[in-house]
C-alpha cells in the first residue's frame, strides 16, 4: 500500500475565516483549493489572489484544483504564486503535455483531472509529465455530492495503467469514512475530503480517522 495523503478542500469552510480553516487541519498533510470560473462549472470560487495569500500564510503546501476554462493560460500562475502542486483538467486542456511541462518549469508539480465520464484513455498519452492523476468522483462543481461508484474501477484501471511510475492517484468528491476504505482498496493513495473535514466538529480528528481508514 502506497504512503496515504489526506488533503481537506477548504471548499466546505468558512469562506470568512480560510486563516481559521486552515490552523483547523493541522493532521493534513496538504490542503486542497478548488478554483473554479463559472464557466467550466457552474460554480464561482476564488482565484490568484487569493491563492497567492494562502500560499504565504499556510504553513500546508497548495494543492490547487482549476475548474477553469483555458488552463493553458492560468494554471503556470498559480505555480508561480506559490502551489505546490497545480491540477487542470483534460477536458479543458488545449495542450495538455505542455501544459504539464510549464507547471513543472514553474517549480509546482503537474496533475490532470478526469471528470466522471472523461474515459481514462484520454490520460494515457499525458501520464509520463504528471506527478498526479486526479480521478474525479463527483460532477466537479459543489461540495457534499454522493460518491459515484462508478469511479471505482476507473481507480484500479489508473492504477493499473501508471504501474511503477510512481504518479499519484487522488481521488476527489464524497470521500468520508463510509466511503475511503473502498476507494483505498481500490488503490488510491492522495484523499479530497471537503464535507466530511470541515463539517465534523474536530476537523484534525476527522482528517486523522478517514486517513486510518484509509490505511488499513
Ligand atoms: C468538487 C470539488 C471538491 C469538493 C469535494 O467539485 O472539486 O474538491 O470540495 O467536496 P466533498 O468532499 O464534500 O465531496
Ligand atoms: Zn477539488
Known sequence: MSHVTIHPSILSA???????ALESIGTADAVHVDVMDQHFVPNL???????????????????????????DRWAP???EAGAASVTFHA????????????????????????????????????L???DMLLIMSVEP?????????????????AVEAIGSRGIVVQVDGGVSPETVERIAEAGAS????????????DPSAAVEKIRGLAAR
Open 91 to 126: 477536458e479543458a486542456a488545449g495542450a495538455p503535455i505542455r501544459l504539464a511541462r510549464e507547471i513543472r518549469a514553474a517549480g509546482a508539480k503537474a496533475a490532470m483531472a478526469l471528470k466522471p465520464t472523461t474515459p481514462l484513455d484520454v490520460a494515457l498519452p499525458v
Open 128 to 130: 509520463d509529465e504528471l
Open 141 to 157: 462543481g459543489f461540495g457534499g455530492q454522493p460518491f459515484l461508484e462508478s469511479s471505482l474501477p476507473k481507480i484500479r484501471a
Open 190 to 201: 492522495c484523499f479530497v475530503a471537503g464535507s466530511a473535514v470541515f463539517g465534523a466538529k
Open 77 to 79: 500562475q498559480y505555480a
Open 14 to 20: 468558512d469562506f470568512a475565516a480560510l486563516g481559521q
Open 45 to 71: 470560487t476564488l482565484g490568484l489572489p487569493v491563492v497567492s495569500r494562502l500560499a504565504e500564510v499556510s504553513s500546508l503546501p497548495l494543492d490547487v484544483h482549476l475548474m477553469i476554462e483555458d488552463p
